[in-house]
Nanobody
Framework: QIGVVESGGETVQIGGSLQLTCQAS????????MAWYRQVPGKEREFVAGVDSNSVPTVADSVKDRFTVSQDHAQMTLYLNMDNLKPEDTATYSC?????????????????WGQGTQVTVSS
């Protein structure tokens, strides 16, 4: 059974830093990818950063000068490090995982989402 849990969201001041953590489970002996998305009410969800099944990272152009993504593959954990936060970074950040190779328990091609964690950047 696949599980996805995010943590680390909180209210921070403009210019502050924050680390979000996504903990996946159930991908033993699987290849899988993980990614962070964010969404604000009334707007479409947007890709922020992620790693593919070879742990190659990708960060959206809009944040790549401030955000970095890293993974502890053995622990099935994805981190999002956010620096110099701005009010426009305020959003619910959600983690998505997807199995890409492995047995039936890897659920290849199926997206799994966590419940999201709220990041608020205020003055």
């Amino acid at each position: 059974q696949i599980g996805v849990v995010e943590s680390g969201g909180e209210t921070v001041q403009i210019g502050g830093s924050l680390q979000l953590t996504c903990q996946a489970s159930g991908y033993t002996y699987c290849s899988y990818e993980m990614a962070w998305y964010r969404q604000v009410p009334g707007k479409e969800r947007e890709f922020v950063a992620g790693v593919d099944s070879n742990s190659v990272p990708t960060v959206a152009d809009s944040v790549k000068d401030r955000f970095t993504v890293s993974q502890d593959h053995a622990q099935m954990t994805l981190y999002l490090n956010m620096d110099n936060l701005k009010p426009e970074d305020t959003a619910t950040y959600s983690c998505k995982t997807k199995g890409t190779y492995g047995g039936a328990w890897c659920h290849m091609g199926r997206d799994f989402w966590g419940q999201g964690t709220q990041v608020t950047v205020s003055s």
